[in-house]
């Protein structure tokens, strides 16, 4: 498949650097871009279309859902994974329902995120190992 090109949008320095750590471990994966707010998201997602979209929801200006529903109105292509703290099942919900394809919590990154791009790349969505199944995980997605 080639290189997976990933836009990492995060607001919190510390924890951006720490996930494109995290992605530098799987050599086929590469961040093009980071986005530190949901505007810069969505410029960057049409600027660089990539393959796969980590979002934090928590992000300031435009917060990731509503980045998300204008990345999926734009660059319909990008698969975007939430990468969050927010536990809410509505938000959750809201998350898949604008197209989200995995929903990793921070707190399980270390563990569940290479797991949750490897199943979004494999045409399936993913849910938080701290989550639960909640009727999501290892779904096929309705394209």
Not at 112 to 120: N, Y
Request: aromatic content about 6%.
């Amino acid at each position: 498949m080639g290189t997976i090109r990933v836009l990492l949008a995060e607001d919190f320095e510390p924890q951006r650097c720490f996930t494109a750590t995290l992605l530098s471990k799987t050599p086929d994966l590469e961040v093009v871009s980071e986005a530190g707010d949901g505007l810069q998201a969505v410029a960057q997602a049409q600027q660089f279309r990539p393959d796969i979209i980590l979002m934090d929801i928590g992000l300031p200006g435009l917060n990731g859902l509503e980045a998300a529903r204008q990345i999926g109105a734009l660059v319909s292509s990008a698969k975007i994974v939430f990468l969050t703290q927010e536990t809410d099942v509505d938000v959750m919900r809201e998350a898949f329902n604008l197209g989200g394809w995995g929903y990793v919590l921070k707190q399980d990154a270390e563990t569940d995120l290479l797991a949750g791009v490897a199943a979004v790349l494999a045409g399936k969505q993913f849910l938080s190992s701290g989550l639960g199944d909640n009727g999501f995980a290892s779904r096929k997605h309705d394209d």
